[in-house]
């Protein structure tokens, strides 16, 4: 996946932005206000910091150890960086995007989701 499509990706969800309140070199792509993912696109190698559910954050951590770590800068328990280099297979890569998506947006008012389709 190229920094490109990953940042297409992020942006084709219902209601996505991508926001750079951290610098230029950082786009935070949210929903109604709320971050789920983070990538410095320039970056090498490509990653990206995305939410995940605790339980599922430590499983994916073992199962793919060196391409999905405990989230850089971020709260170790809630987030991880995830290598965008080839490792991963681009589908698992946007599997995990779109469930940070989800989990982000399970987070808001039941009237915002409803707006968004995602009851």
């Not at 786009?27 to 206000?33: D, I, N, T």
């Not at 170790?76 to 995007?97: A, Y």
Request: with cysteine; aromatic share 8%.
């Amino acid at each position: 996946m190229t920094p490109g499509e990953l940042r297409d990706f992020c942006l084709s969800f219902n209601a996505a932005v991508e926001d750079f309140p951290f610098g230029p070199e950082t786009s935070v792509f949210k929903v109604l206000g709320k971050m789920f993912a983070l990538s410095s696109l320039d970056g090498r190698p490509l990653t990206v910091n995305l939410k995940c559910a605790p339980d599922d954050a430590i499983r994916l951590r073992a199962d793919q150890p060196g391409l999905i770590v405990p989230g850089w800068h971020m709260n170790k328990r809630h987030w991880n960086t995830v290598t965008v280099d080839g490792g991963l297979p681009d589908r698992v890569v946007r599997e995990l995007v779109e469930d940070s998506y989800d989990l982000v947006v399970a987070g808001l008012p039941r009237a915002e989701r409803l707006r968004l389709d995602r009851p």
